[in-house]
């Protein structure tokens, strides 16, 4: 079975209109596995929608190979297409159609037959139903995006891309958008996603690649790249601010962020927690709670893409 992605040498280059040219995408080469939740990471600029965008025949690659369910877009991107759900960051619609009209419409593009088609379905699942007779361009910047994303699933695409689609959606719709892409996931559509909200794909992604200036600097799958910085942390919460660092943390480089706590990270491996509580109790400091935790995506995340 081929991955649902193949990404071979991928590089684009914006030609420029004024000034230098811009290399977004720089020697790509990745694959999305059948029926993961991916997710694609990376700072504003690095490439991502550029990368997603070439995926869906919607911009053209300077060189490289990409294949959608082993078809290659370069053969064959309508057969492609057919195979992918692809919603864009930019919230591009046709003004003139009602919700319904819209999705029922799209389905038809596809050939999708009457009986077949889960226009009510989605409908429900974006909580578009009492705007279901609204044309688009009375909807809210929130609403039009359920909508796009409603319109890239009306062909139960095997791959469903999704460019930033929380941005500007309420918690509410966040949260119900997201048990549909895990019923959907677990019925075996692959997902891919970009978003800015690491703890999203930390708690969705079972596999994660994080692009920076062009080039994919991670890919592993979360609980791999989660291990890789093998840091933990202890925050300290304490009764006042600590006006310094106690002597006995000294050699833990501690943060404190100014507002009643003391950080700590270490490294499970070189250093014991037992080690570190009798450093914490010989500190003196009143403590009113401790906690602690595992490494967050958001460090990994940081620590690759802030110094490029
Ligand atoms: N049509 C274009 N012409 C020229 N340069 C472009 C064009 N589209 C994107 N770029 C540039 O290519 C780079 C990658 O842009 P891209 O939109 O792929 O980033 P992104 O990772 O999706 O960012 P964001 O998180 O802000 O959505 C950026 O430097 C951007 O300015
Ligand atoms: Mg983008």
Redesign the pocket.
């Known amino acids: 079975m081929p991955p649902a992605i193949t990404i071979k040498n991928l590089t684009k280059i ?1 030609e420029p209109r004024k000034g230098a040219e ?1 290399v ?1 995408l720089d020697d790509v080469s990745l694959e999305i596995p059948k029926g993961s939740f991916f997710g694609l990471l ?10 997603i965008n070439i995926i869906a025949g919607l911009v053209n690659k300077t060189s490289g190979k990409v294949e959608v369910c082993g078809i290659d877009i370069d053969k064959d991107l309508r057969k492609a297409k057919y195979h992918l759900g692809v919603v864009p ?1 930019e919230l591009i619609l046709d003004p003139f159609f009602t919700v319904r009209e819209a999705l029922e419409f799209h389905a038809g593009y596809y050939g999708i037959p009457k009986s077949q088609r889960k226009t009510d379905e989605i409908i429900k699942a974006l909580s578009l139903e009492d705007k279901k007779h609204t044309s688009s361009r009375r909807l809210s910047g929130g609403m039009r995006r359920r909508l796009l994303i409603g319109k890239a699933l009306v062909h139960n695409p095997e791959v469903l891309i999704l460019d ?1 689609p929380t941005a500007g959606v309420d918690i509410e719709l966040r949260q119900s958008l997201w048990e549909y892409a895990k019923k959907l996931n677990k019925q075996g559509t692959t997902i891919v996603l ?1 978003t ?1 909200y690491l703890e999203e794909a930390e708690q969705l992604c079972d596999e994660i690649a994080i692009i920076n200036h062009g080039k994919i600097v991670a890919h592993d799958k979360k609980k791999t790249l989660l291990k890789k910085l093998n840091n933990k942390r202890i925050v300290i919460h304490t009764q006042k601010n600590p006006e310094k660092v106690p002597p006995s943390l000294k050699s833990y480089n501690p943060v404190m962020p100014d507002d009643n706590t003391v950080e700590i990270r270490y490294n499970p491996e070189e250093i014991e927690i037992c080690d570190i509580l009798k450093d914490i109790h010989d500190s003196g400091l009143k403590i009113t709670d401790l906690v602690t935790q595992d490494t967050k995506l958001e460090d990994i995340f940081l620590q690759l893409t802030k110094a490029a």
């Open positions: 914006y811009k977004a990376g700072p504003n600029g690095a490439g991502k929608s550029t990368l960051q930033e970009t800015h």
